[in-house]
């Protein structure tokens, strides 16, 4: 199946910003949770007029409440829960739209995108904390939540895979 420009563009655009949105937010926890409190604000207001800002506020409402975590828990558990959000997304759709044929019982997402949502989220995650086991845990409840979520993914996926991380660390 080919897959439209408009969405390869949109995917692109959530791959680069969210990944480099976890890689600042290592660096600068303080600037970057104020940072999404502001955006959270701005595209509150463009939902009204730009079609897909309705994704980008759930998005950062979802990126902020985790984020607003940086004084109490460490930031790679943070930023591993922004990795996941960003590339399972962005890879699940792809992988889903081109190759999947298949869905998954109870959900519109086939196999085919929720295995590349789990290992592509994987792989940053392990990189970033170096543990197989949470890098695993987080990508893999990560990947249910893009599937099954009944909200937007953009908010479910960044709170889900930030708790899962966060239990798993502590346990």
Not at 56 to 72: D, N, Q
Not at 120 to 130: D, E, N, Y
Not at 151 to 164: E, G, K, Q, Y
């Amino acid at each position: 199946m080919k897959i439209e420009q408009n969405i390869i563009k949109r995917k692109l655009i959530h791959f680069i910003f969210g990944n480099l949105f976890a890689i600042l937010f290592l660096f600068y926890q303080k600037f970057m949770t104020i940072f999404f409190a502001l955006a959270i604000i701005s595209s509150a207001i463009f939902t009204k007029y730009i079609k897909d800002a309705e994704r980008v506020f759930w998005y950062f409402l979802g990126v902020a409440i985790i984020s607003a975590f940086y004084l109490t828990i460490h930031p790679k558990i943070i930023a591993s829960a922004m990795l996941i959000t960003a590339n399972g997304d962005v890879f699940s759709a792809l992988f889903g739209m081109k190759f999947g044929k298949k869905k998954i019982p109870l959900s519109s997402k086939t196999y085919i995108g929720t295995f590349s949502a789990f290992l592509l989220s994987f792989i940053p995650v392990f990189i970033l904390i170096k543990n197989f086991y949470i890098a695993l845990i987080g990508a893999f409840v990560g990947a249910i939540v893009e599937a099954y979520s009944p909200l937007n993914d953009n908010f479910t996926v960044p709170i889900f895979s930030f708790i899962a991380i966060y239990l798993a660390y502590i346990i």
